[in-house]
């Protein structure tokens, strides 16, 4: 695994890769917090994906809020970046109850449900992006079986 030196609050991701034996490299990624490589070991040569997926990471759905509203032209230009090259984006936030959060309020800022459904969907549109909402316990599963997945059918 490739882990964005600049993600931080992460020990519980960190520890599902060292706890299911699985090697990861804190690197700078151009986008996204998690992508993957594959080692000369496995591969005969170092494989980079990097370029090709990653998973950008929210922890809660005020950070996302915060993105898509004061932090939106830097947010942007991650995913432009990434449709630029080509890779799919992944966004992963850590909300268990997801839309229903969204849908009902249950997140602390200023953006109604109604603006943060519209920002959402318009991301989602714009940048044929997947946003998983998923309890944090799991989210070291889901970014391991993201790309594990991806290069399974890619390698086919």
């Not at 993105?67 to 799919?88: P, S, T």
Request: charged share 25%; aromatic share 14%.
């Amino acid at each position: 695994m490739l882990v964005d030196t600049r993600e931080k609050k992460n020990s519980h991701i960190t520890d599902y890769f060292t706890k299911h034996g699985i090697a990861y490299e804190p690197t700078t990624l151009n986008y996204g917090d998690y992508s993957f490589m594959l080692p000369a070991e496995a591969a005969g040569e170092d494989i980079f994906f990097h370029r090709d997926i990653a998973i950008e990471r929210k922890g809660s759905l005020e950070e996302l809020s915060g993105n898509l509203a004061q932090e939106r032209e830097r947010f942007e230009r991650e995913f432009l970046k990434a449709g630029n090259d080509g890779a799919k984006l992944y966004l992963m936030v850590e909300d268990v109850g997801g839309y229903t959060s969204i849908i009902s309020h249950k997140y602390n800022t200023q953006l109604t449900p109604a603006a943060y459904m519209a920002s959402l969907k318009a991301w989602e549109a714009r940048f044929n992006c997947n946003v998983q909402f998923i309890d944090k316990q799991y989210s070291g599963y889901y970014i391991m079986s993201t790309f594990q997945y991806f290069a399974r059918e890619l390698l086919k």
